[in-house]
């Protein structure tokens, strides 16, 4: 007789809330494999194409599905269950990753996960490290900003919240106005560090824990324009220095608030997650900031800051572990608000 002692628990993890189709494995908590791709195609509209983006998880999902199983050595009948995102996210977009979810659940008859993408982003912190508690997580994404504070791995509140634009949404809708590609992050990060933040803008004021990004972009729009009626080549001349001078004021204010409820939640702990925790200056001033108060720091890799399946998977394996799984009717959430654990 063939007994299988401790068999492992395999879970497929599926991200497509927006523009990344990404397939993921993960085994009793560890990341075997991580495949994403990025759809280039929403650069020259300036942000994301829904219909576009649909259409392109549908090209590749299979795919890199296949690859994914290919690449671990394992076969289908190996995977235990799937995790999804269900959202918030792009409906369009979501609505492929989990018809997709559903119909290997289906033909494998194996259980159904679903994950809230937000949640998974600050979860994303614990894989491949075990966290001290209390610990403050910001999430910092192109649609979120959050302050999440948890007691423990599973149990969180969320203490606060952008109350208009998300943080990655300031970092894109500045430099679309400096003539930045889409997602403007990742290149604004890059011409900052060849500038000085010379040029003063506003920090919102917002009571509690709270955030507030569209007035920045307000400001940066009337200075570019009073600048520009002096000067019409004032953006090329001053380029790197205004990337500096936005990304610092965006990081400042997330710090200024991280900071408050850090000390008055007694965190032992910070963590970042979500794409723009991918930031240089935000990683190194949020490290001075714990290394001054001795709290401990959690980044996440860079493939683990932005949408990736690693991050679903892994939630998925923690909700395996509590058989928290989902019918196969549940429908894709656009709006799927983060408000304590799920
Ligand atoms: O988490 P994510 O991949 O997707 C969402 O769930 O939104 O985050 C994408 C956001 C974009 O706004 C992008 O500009 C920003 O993350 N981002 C960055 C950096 N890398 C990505 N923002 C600032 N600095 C970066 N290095
Ligand atoms: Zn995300």
């Known amino acids: 007789m063939n007994v299988v002692l401790n068999p492992k628990i395999t879970i497929l993890g599926i991200e497509t809330s927006c523009d990344d189709t990404s397939i993921a494995i993960v085994q009793d908590g560890a990341v075997l494999v991580n495949l994403i791709t990025s759809q280039w195609i929403h650069k020259k509209y300036g942000g994301v194409v829904p219909e576009y983006a649909s259409r392109f998880h549908v090209e590749s999902i299979i795919e890199l599905y296949e690859m994914a199983i290919q690449k671990v050595g394992l076969r289908p009948e190996d995977i235990n269950a799937v995790a999804v995102t269900r959202g918030p996210g792009l409906l369009g977009s979501l609505m492929v990753g ?9 033909s494998l008859n194996i259980p159904l996960i679903e994950i809230n993408h937000l949640h998974a982003h600050a979860t994303s912190l614990f894989i491949d490290q075990k966290a001290n508690y209390p610990l403050l997580c910001l999430t ?4 979120h900003t959050q302050l999440l504070f948890f007691k423990d791995e ?3 509140d969320v ?4 109350l208009d634009d998300a943080a990655g949404e300031a970092f894109d809708k500045t430099g679309k106005l400096l003539g930045l590609k889409y997602p403007a992050g990742p290149e604004m990060d890059k011409l900052a560090k060849q500038g000085i933040p010379k040029f003063k803008f506003p920090m919102a004021q917002v009571p509690k824990y709270n955030y507030r990004f569209s007035g920045l972009k307000t400001a940066v729009l009337y200075f570019l324009q009073d600048q520009q009626r002096m000067d019409p080549l004032f953006i090329e001349r001053n380029l790197t220095d205004l990337c500096a001078s936005i990304q610092h004021v965006i990081v400042k204010m997330l710090l200024q608030k991280l900071n408050i409820a850090a000390i008055d939640y007694k965190a032992r702990s910070i963590g970042i997650a979500g794409g723009v925790s991918a930031n240089s200056e935000l990683r190194a001033n949020i490290s001075e900031l714990c290394d001054k108060n001795n709290w401990n720091i959690y980044l996440p890799s860079i493939s683990y800051c932005t949408d990736n399946a690693a991050m679903i998977a892994y939630l998925g394996y923690l909700k395996y572990l509590k058989k928290d799984f989902a019918d196969l009717s549940i429908t894709a959430l656009a709006r799927y608000p983060l408000t304590q654990t799920q």
Do not use: P, W
């Not at 910092?140 to 649609?143: H, N, R």
């Not at 203490?159 to 952008?162: E, M």
């Open 98 to 106: 989990l018809s997709f979810a559903k119909s290997v659940c289906l």
């Open 140 to 143: 910092v994404s192109g649609g």
């Open 154 to 156: 599973s149990e969180f």
């Open 159 to 162: 203490i606060g919240q952008t």
